[in-house]
């Protein structure tokens, strides 16, 4: 069937503001390691950590390690990395494989940080980052032998024209990883209004959408992984960090930002523990 876009969200332009506005505070949330859902329930034992920021960054570290075994690159192989947040993981992929990465986002913020990342690690001639929206990515085709995007399709109004754009610039047989949210039921519409403010991206759909554009992309589906439970625990962890760093972020940004998120974190809360799914997938374009 014919998947008709999602027109109701934000532009690229408007995710790129949010992140330059709010990205720190968001990093104060999440964890500081990478801006995405991090890996809470580990398919093994996890590491003892200190405390929750830490436990957020020791998630996404782990993360970041799950989809690196996953793709299993080496020094001859390039990665794009859609929508690439602060840089965490295409630098830590960088030092780990040896393969080239380019990075793409529409924060003029994380950019400037992805440049510092690479430059600190000493891998800035491997891994390069640009502006570049997902939906329309100004790369050429059969470019890259394998992509990942984490937590970046959330934010797309057009999330099938990002997939046909990946599949475009993977060389046949290239595989892309990537995270997105789903529904898994019909929620208040306030609840549903807090997730798109806080998160800013358009409501989400049902698994089943995003699957008819997995196929009409012309990728192949080669495994899901079901994460919902680690996109609640990341709901409870940034309620609780919000209420334990309040003081500190007021400091910091402003009584008027600080006001903006704390309208928004308890029913974001309430979404993600009781009708938000997360999900992992591993395309691949047809050899």
């Known amino acids: 069937m014919a998947v008709r876009p999602r027109r109701d969200g934000p532009t690229p332009e408007e995710v790129g503001a949010m992140y330059d506005t709010h990205g720190e505070m968001l990093s104060m949330l999440l964890g500081s390691s990478a801006v995405h859902i991090g890996m809470y329930v580990p398919d093994e034992a996890p590491a003892p950590v200190t405390d929750l920021v830490a436990l957020s960054d020791a998630a996404q570290d782990r993360q970041t390690d799950s989809l690196i075994e996953i793709l299993s690159l080496g020094p001859r192989d390039h990665l794009l990395d859609i929508g690439c947040g602060t840089g965490g993981p295409a630098v830590e992929l960088a030092l780990r494989s040896g393969a080239r990465v380019t990075g793409v986002t529409v924060s003029a913020e994380q950019l400037a940080q992805c440049e510092e990342r690479a430059q600190d690690a000493d891998v800035a001639g491997r891994v390069r980052f640009a502006h570049g929206n997902a939906m329309d990515l100004a790369l050429p085709d059969g470019s890259f032998d394998a992509a990942w995007s984490i937590d970046c399709f959330p934010h797309l109004t057009d999330r099938a024209a990002a997939l046909r754009e990946a599949a475009r610039v993977l060389r046949p047989g290239g595989r892309l990883v990537a995270t997105d949210f789903t529904d898994r039921s019909t929620p208040p519409p306030e609840l549903v209004d807090a997730y798109r403010r806080l998160w800013s991206s358009p409501a989400p759909t049902a698994f089943d959408t995003l699957l008819a554009e997995v196929r009409e992309s012309g990728l192949e589906l080669v495994r899901v ?27 910091l940004y402003g009584a008027e930002a600080v006001e903006h998120t704390a309208e928004l974190v308890a029913p974001f809360r309430a979404y993600c523990r009781d009708h938000l799914d997360y999900y992992q997938l591993l395309l691949r374009r047809p050899a």
Request: without cysteine; hydrophobic residues 40%.
């Open 225 to 251: 992984w079901n994460r919902t439970s680690n996109v609640a625990l990341a709901g409870e962890l940034m309620h609780a960090v919000f209420q334990d760093r309040r003081q500190e972020m007021t400091e």
